[in-house]
Every structure is written in structure tokens, then in C-alpha cells.
């Protein structure tokens, strides 16, 4: 009963203080379950997140649903579930409630143009562990940039960039290499 309270706190804080949306929580999951708490390592972590971005839905709630599953089954993915949802969904109640027409309000606008920066940086954290993982391979460094210069620049969907990388990953490591 402990360990599926552990999960549940443990995601309820990293729902509670972040801001900016699934991305942004995933560098502190990283650092909760496999620096932290320890229950997983940073393989099993990376091909989790890769999962969890390839699933349908919120990747932050995809990484609770693996963590959660892969530490405690289906009760551990209910507790981290919940845990990363209820502070959300509570957040968003009250900002319903209480904040409903301070959206133009000059200082609430200053405020989140502060917070931008931040949302950015800690996007980009785990990119870099990544690439980290992966001992910066010429390879890795070069799908990330062309991925990334597909969507942003020439406004190609993810989800075209994604399958082109992946059938690139099945030839590269089917004709070309046995491992990733």
C-alpha cells in the first residue's frame, strides 16, 4: 500500500508545480523515478518516453500510465494516473471559477510572458538527455535537427515526421546496424 502511495505523491507533485504542459513535466518525472525513487533506469525510462510520445493522448500522462505500470501493474498506473491528473484538473476548476475574464488583464498577460521562457527551457531538457543517452551518435543529433527543422520550418505534421523516422529506423537497423 505504501509503494502505490509513494506513486501517487510522487506525481501529484510533479502535476502540482509544473506549468507548460506534458513536456515540461517529463524532466522532472525523469528525475523523480529514476534519479530519486531509483525504479527505473535511464534505458527503461528513454524507451518508455519513446512510447509515451508515440501513443494517442497527453505524454504525461502516457509516461504515468508506463511508470505506473511497469512498478506496480495496474493499480500503480491508477495511482500515478490520478496523481498527475486530480492537481490539474483542480487548477483548472479554480481558474474557471475565480479567473474568468483576467485573461487580457495586463499583469496576468506580463506574468505568463515570464513564464515562456522557462516552458521553453524545460521542453528542451529532455532533448538533450536524449541525446545524452545516446552519446551525441552523429545519427541521433542528425534525425533530431531534420525532425525538428521539418516541423517548425516547413510545417510538416509530427505524426508524417514520426513514420518517416521510424521506417528509417527499420532499414537503418534492419540493412545497416544491429542496434539503435
Given at each position: 500500500?505504501?509503494q502505490?502511495?509513494?506513486?501517487?505523491?510522487?506525481?501529484?507533485?510533479?502535476?502540482?508545480?509544473?506549468l507548460?504542459?506534458?513536456?515540461v513535466?517529463?524532466?522532472?518525472?525523469e528525475?523523480?523515478?529514476?534519479?530519486k525513487?531509483?525504479?527505473i533506469?535511464?534505458?527503461?525510462?528513454?524507451?518508455m518516453?519513446?512510447?509515451?510520445?508515440?501513443?494517442?493522448?497527453?505524454?504525461?500522462?502516457?509516461?504515468?500510465?508506463?511508470?505506473?505500470?511497469?512498478?506496480k501493474?495496474t493499480k500503480?498506473m491508477?495511482?500515478?494516473?490520478?496523481?498527475?491528473?486530480i492537481p490539474?484538473?483542480?487548477?483548472?476548476?479554480?481558474?474557471?471559477?475565480?479567473f474568468?475574464?483576467?485573461?487580457?488583464?495586463?499583469?496576468?498577460?506580463?506574468?505568463?510572458?515570464?513564464?515562456?521562457?522557462?516552458v521553453?527551457?524545460?521542453?528542451?531538457?529532455?532533448v538533450?538527455?536524449m541525446?545524452k543517452?545516446?552519446?551525441?551518435?552523429?545519427?541521433?543529433?542528425?534525425?533530431?535537427?531534420?525532425?525538428?527543422?521539418?516541423v517548425?520550418?516547413l510545417?510538416?505534421s509530427?505524426?508524417?515526421?514520426?513514420?518517416?523516422a521510424?521506417?528509417?529506423?527499420?532499414?537503418?537497423?534492419?540493412?545497416i546496424?544491429?542496434?539503435?
Amino acid at each position: 500500500m505504501k509503494q502505490y502511495l509513494d506513486l501517487f505523491i510522487s506525481f501529484f507533485k510533479i502535476g502540482t508545480f509544473t506549468l507548460g504542459g506534458g513536456y515540461v513535466m517529463i524532466p522532472l518525472i525523469e528525475k523523480e523515478v529514476v534519479s530519486k525513487q531509483k525504479w527505473i533506469n535511464n534505458d527503461e525510462f528513454t524507451e518508455m518516453l519513446t512510447l509515451a510520445q508515440s501513443a494517442p493522448g497527453p505524454i504525461a500522462i502516457n509516461t504515468a500510465v508506463f511508470v505506473g505500470y511497469k512498478i506496480k501493474g495496474t493499480k500503480g498506473m491508477i495511482a500515478t494516473v490520478l496523481g498527475t491528473v486530480i492537481p490539474s484538473f483542480t487548477i483548472i476548476m479554480l481558474v474557471a471559477i475565480f479567473f474568468t475574464g483576467l485573461e487580457n488583464n495586463p499583469i496576468v498577460e506580463r506574468i505568463f510572458c515570464g513564464i515562456r521562457p522557462a516552458v521553453v527551457a524545460l521542453i528542451a531538457v529532455p532533448v538533450v538527455n536524449m541525446l545524452k543517452n545516446n552519446g551525441f551518435k552523429i545519427h541521433v543529433i542528425a534525425i533530431t535537427a531534420v525532425s525538428a527543422i521539418s516541423v517548425w520550418l516547413l510545417g510538416i505534421s509530427p505524426v508524417i515526421v514520426i513514420m518517416i523516422a521510424g521506417l528509417c529506423a527499420i532499414i537503418y537497423n534492419t540493412f545497416i546496424s544491429k542496434q539503435c
